[in-house]
């Protein structure tokens, strides 16, 4: 495996704090918002943020011929089922609980790598997985409670972790000729109208206004995480190998129990230690490559 060079791994590190911190925010939006109101402002957002940094970088918004199936299925699969999912889950069970459900997609990616696409596995990836689950795990134990007494909430957590790896699998061995961040913003243009046509058939209207709080909450996920955050976890996707991709993935969960400690007051356990310690091992094997003999 080749070295992962230092801009990456910064990447890395501001979407690990952006997306991680952004759990606890879903909670305080969906006290007030519906679900499919509340994906709604978020993508809406997003679409504004995209189309405006693309005007102003000079990026073309064409989608070359023959990657409108590919990208359609890429945003079913990364923004539609995925957000709806999440937020599903956040309502049954703790956010910090939801992320750890939402973020066993590397253990998937490796499960439908090595089935569906014959993908080998050394030594060294296998025990980043392996020690990466027991990150998961750990993360888990304290929570069965949780899922035992929602098991929607369960459900819709690990429901939306699969979709995420088979998204994850399109956008990888699919060629984007031409596609920085427009493809991103057509995933998010392709999610917004069946959002908004949940939103008025299922939520309706909105009859007041949001709290503050509310509308920070969806206006700032919509903008950093949902904006800027997909479109650099796409690009580490076409950068990095896909079980590596995913992997690099595994901190965020952390990052979501520490913020929902802060921000929601929810319990920790001794067990998260075991998760933290699990994962830095974990994110070594699978970033740092071997030292050569000799």
Known sequence: MRKVSFKVLALLAALTLVWGTNWPLFHIALQELPVATFRTGVLSMALVVLGLVMRLRGE???????????????????LIIWNIATSLAVLHIPSGHAS??????????????????????????L????????AVIALMIPNFRSYASAPQGLFWGLFAGFC????????????????????????VAIGWPPM????????????????TAALAATL??????????TATWFALVKILPTQVA???SIA?????VISGVLVLHEPLSALQAVAIGSTVISLWLALVPRRSVG
């Open 220 to 229: 700032y996920t919509g903008a950093v995480p949902m904006a800027l955050g």
């Open 100 to 125: 750890v459900l939402a973020y066993t997609m590397p253990l998937w990616v490796a499960l439908l790598g090595f089935v569906v696409y014959r993908q080998p596995l050394n030594g060294r990836l």
């Open 60 to 78: 073309s918004f064409t989608v070359p011929a023959g990657r409108w199936p590919p990208l359609i299925l890429a945003s079913l699969m990364n």
């Open 252 to 256: 965020i969960p952390i990052v979501a």
């Open 127 to 134: 025990a980043a997985i392996a020690i990466g689950a027991v």
């Open 246 to 248: 995913a992997l690099s």
């Open 164 to 187: 995420w790896a088979i998204g994850t699998f399109v956008v990888k061995r699919t060629t984007w000729p031409g596609m920085g961040l427009s493809l991103t913003f057509w995933q």
């Open 196 to 211: 908004a046509l949940g939103m008025v058939v299922l939520d309706g209207w909105p009859q007041h206004m949001p709290s």
